[in-house]
């Protein structure tokens, strides 16, 4: 798919923003990882580089407690980034939710696991290790914001 944007913008004479191409390349390939195809279903790529790209802001932005401490004792800044954080968590727990019950609607239709990804090995160890569904979304937002990250 990138390459097919390269060629076509080669092709054309136009330029590439191969900043946006490069990671939209790596968020996707880290989103086939741990869902499978599951994330090309109704545009849910874009939620998941939506939700990647604000978590990352969250996780690594800048910081103005920290340089401003009076800033902290009226707690504005905190109320704000707290609301912030619970909407992305919110949307990452139902979006992920739909990847656990589109894998276990398969799961049940098809015996077969041939083309079996991160979400299936979870739910094949989820009796042996005790797995409940929060653990599960847990390990695939962080690796699907590691994976992201790391191939970038």
């Not at 690594?60 to 009226?74: I, W």
């Not at 704000?80 to 919110?90: G, I, P, S």
């Not at 992920?96 to 077969?112: E, N, P, Q």
């Not at 979304?137 to 690796?143: E, F, G, I, Q, R």
Request: net charge positive; with cysteine; proline share 1%.
């Amino acid at each position: 798919m990138a390459m097919a944007k390269i060629n076509e913008a080669a092709t054309a004479g136009s330029t590439v923003d191969m900043s946006e191409l490069l990671n939209s390349f790596s968020n996707d390939m880290a989103c086939r990882i741990v869902s499978g195809k599951f994330f090309l279903k109704d545009g849910r790529s874009k939620l998941f580089r939506e939700l990647i790209n604000d978590s990352s802001r969250l996780l690594g932005g800048f910081n103005m407690e920290e340089y401003f401490p009076a800033l902290g004792r009226v707690g504005v800044l905190k109320r704000a980034v707290c609301a912030k954080a619970e909407r992305v968590r919110n949307r990452w727990a139902d979006l992920l939710d739909k990847v656990i019950d589109d894998r276990v609607s398969k799961r049940k239709s098809v015996s077969d696991h041939k083309d079996g990804d991160f979400v299936d090995i979870l739910l094949s160890l989820q009796r042996e290790y005790d797995l409940t569904r929060e653990h599960m979304k847990a390990l695939l937002t962080v690796s699907t914001d590691y994976l992201s990250n790391y191939i970038a």
